[in-house]
């Protein structure tokens, strides 16, 4: 059983479209984020959401706008793709926010590469 | 200017041999995480180190936080080529969110 499965795997489009990335987790867990990892592998917190509720927007563009259902799904819609946002995005989970020590449980990544 | 800083960035060693990785940041974390990712796949979780000073390890791995709380390393010994992937340390400051490093990718050749 995956715990974090997102999809697509792979995404593959052109500048100015408008795509969705999905993300579910079966942990039972209340806390849902997603990330960016540039080509240089650098990963960094874009939206955290607690129990269906925003608790974190790092000054993303308002292209990117997460949506969360229930807490067990973390979607995130892009509008207007532009070449920058070429990036792998990582959808994870953790039991509650984390302000000690609470792991994070991370999906396999969806490669978004902008043509 | 990254908060967390890992050095080396990158690192190809031969089976067998020992390394260590550096995690530094000026400022004080309440708690400091390691995770590993292998190609195609998500960071995956290997400790937490929440005490000053406090040293785990997981079979061929060590573990430590520094005394200040600003630092960690991980040190492997006898590396196997199955050890191979992108280490990133992660640091939570209590502010809701883990700050994460920019990763040491680790290959070990055989």
């Known amino acids: 059983d995956t715990a974090v499965s997102q999809t697509p795997k792979y995404l593959v489009t052109q500048m100015g479209n408008d795509k969705s990335i999905k993300c579910e987790q079966n942990?039972?867990?209340?806390?849902m984020y997603w990330y960016k990892q540039d080509s240089k592998k650098f990963l960094k917190i874009m939206f955290s959401?607690?129990?269906?509720?925003?608790?974190i927007n790092e000054t993303v563009p308002n292209r990117f706008s997460p949506k969360s259902p229930d807490k067990a799904h973390l979607n995130l819609h892009i509008n207007s793709l532009e070449l920058g946002d070429s990036a792998v995005y990582f959808c994870?989970?953790?039991?509650?926010?984390?302000?000690?020590?609470?792991?994070?449980?991370f999906g396999d990544g969806t490669r978004l590469s902008i043509l | 200017t990254q908060l967390l800083e890992q050095s080396p960035q990158f690192l190809s060693i031969q089976e067998g041999e020992n390394l260590t990785v550096y995690c530094n940041s000026s400022?004080?974390?309440?708690?400091l995480q390691w995770y590993r990712q292998e190609p195609g796949e998500g960071p995956v979780l290997l400790v937490t180190?929440?005490?000053?000073?406090e040293v785990k390890k997981l079979k061929r791995l060590t573990f430590q936080f520094g005394d200040a709380r600003k630092d960690s390393s991980l040190h492997i010994t006898a590396a196997q080529p199955g050890d191979t992937g992108l280490y990133l340390c992660?640091?939570?400051?209590?502010?809701?969110?883990?700050?994460f490093g920019a990763g040491t990718i680790l290959r070990v050749k055989s």
């Open positions: 992660a640091g939570a400051q209590g502010g809701n969110k883990l700050v």
């Open positions: 942990l039972g867990h209340d806390t």
């Open positions: 400022s004080v974390f309440s708690s």
């Open positions: 959401y607690n129990n269906k509720e925003l608790i």
């Open positions: 994870a989970s953790s039991q509650a926010l984390p302000r000690g020590n609470q792991p994070q449980h």
């Open positions: 180190v929440v005490t000053g000073g």
